[in-house]
């Protein structure tokens, strides 16, 4: 913990981008890993058991909920954890210019060159 106040303590907007992209494909890759496996695995076996829609919708949105809920978890104890260190307050307003700028550049690509998205 002394270690990352130490880094925090620095301000490099840099170094902070940096650790901040390394963590988001680092979360990315193992949740790539685990979202490709398990729901095909898991709408198969609904196959086999000839359900209606209805009901395989239903056992669709429970485990949708199960796969949403240890995001939800992990963002929670990330966000208290941010506030109680102090973190959220010193990068809040880069964060937020910088996802601001990410969401304008993707909106924008949508709308006139829909295709290299593809």
């Known amino acids: 913990m002394l270690r990352v106040k130490k880094i925090i303590s620095n301000n490099n907007l840099l170094l902070a981008i940096i650790g901040i992209a390394g963590v988001a494909i680092t979360v990315n890759i193992i949740e790539l890993v685990c979202s490709a496996g398990l729901p095909v695995v898991y709408t198969t076996m609904l196959g086999y058991h000839g359900l209606t829609n209805f009901q395989s919708a239903i056992y669709i949105f429970i485990y949708v909920l199960f796969f949403i809920f240890d995001d939800l ?46």
Do not use: H, R
Not at 86 to 110: D, H, Q, T
């Open 73 to 118: 978890l992990i963002f929670t104890i990330a966000v208290v954890s941010f506030k109680v260190t102090g973190i959220s307050n010193k990068y809040a307003k880069y964060s937020n210019l910088f996802g601001g700028i990410i969401m304008f550049v993707l909106g924008f690509i949508l709308i006139f060159f829909p295709e290299i998205l593809l």
